[in-house]
């Protein structure tokens, strides 16, 4: 497949390297003309294992080129993937900018070149709503009654920096956000071979999904660290604790108690506010 990848960063570019070696056929576009230079080059401009060998055989073949700014090609392309940056303010806000300013430009692009169909998967880290009250009106304003040769995706990616090849190969799950949650045949094929859950859920469903990751991923290393704390401050070994903790698939390390709904309650759970308190009891003695 012909795939157009908009923003070479750590995304963009493990993406690159990942469909270049299943055989399909890559043009980049970044801005930064050193990202550009190297790519061409036959080099990887990010640190990743593995990505570097990746480039450098997919230019090899003449699966890769790259440019800094959308070129007609990008038009005959079956895919554009949209991998720009969404960095976050002070405020904790998301700058969707960048997102804003490719989307018009794909649109515009497809405006010149009618008759054409594109499927445009977005896999930057998004706020809810923004496929429904950014994306897609940008789409409508440009295109009109067009604006239906183009599928919009939401499509979040799961990698983690210093293996993402890997992760990208074997994800947790992939998630497929479409206006009705209907499937994408454009994604199904190229994710064929990849052994990981699909779920196909309507936009919001699937852009809230990163945020509700990575907030429990945060509220993990925060009761972690809390409890190697409480360990420490009573002189007991939080490693064996933390070994017989992660044991249980059962209760702890599972979906257990994660259903949203009601309240805690019975005779046992109020009883864990004892841990919180010896952990308040030890944080004040601390401080004497
Ligand atoms: N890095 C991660 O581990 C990771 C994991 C999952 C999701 N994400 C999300 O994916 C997105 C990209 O992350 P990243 O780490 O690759 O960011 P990055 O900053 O490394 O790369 C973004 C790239 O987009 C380019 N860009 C900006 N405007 C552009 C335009 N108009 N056209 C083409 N390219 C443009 C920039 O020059 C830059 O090279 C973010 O939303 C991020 O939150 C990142």
Redesign the pocket.
Known sequence: MKIAI?????????AAACLASQGHTIIG????QT?VDDVLAGRS??VEPGVAELIAEARERGLITAET??VAEVASCELAI??????SAVDGS?NMG?IA??SR?LAELMKAHPGRNLTVAY????RPGTMEDLVQPIFDSVLGDAASSVELVYY??????ST?VQDYFSPPKIVIGTKTGAPCETLDKINVGIDAPVFYVRYPESEIT?FVDNSFHAVKIVYANEIGRVCAQLGINAAEVHQIFVSDTKLNISPYYLRPGGAFGGHVFPRTFVLCSISRVVQVASRI
Do not use: N
């Open positions: 908009l923003g070479l960063g750590y995304v963009g570019l493990t576009i970044d801005p930064s990202k401009p990010i700014s959308l949209v991998c720009v940056g969404t960095p998301h960048y300013e490719v430009q896999r930057s880290t998004v979040p990616e799961f990698l983690r920096e993402a990163k």
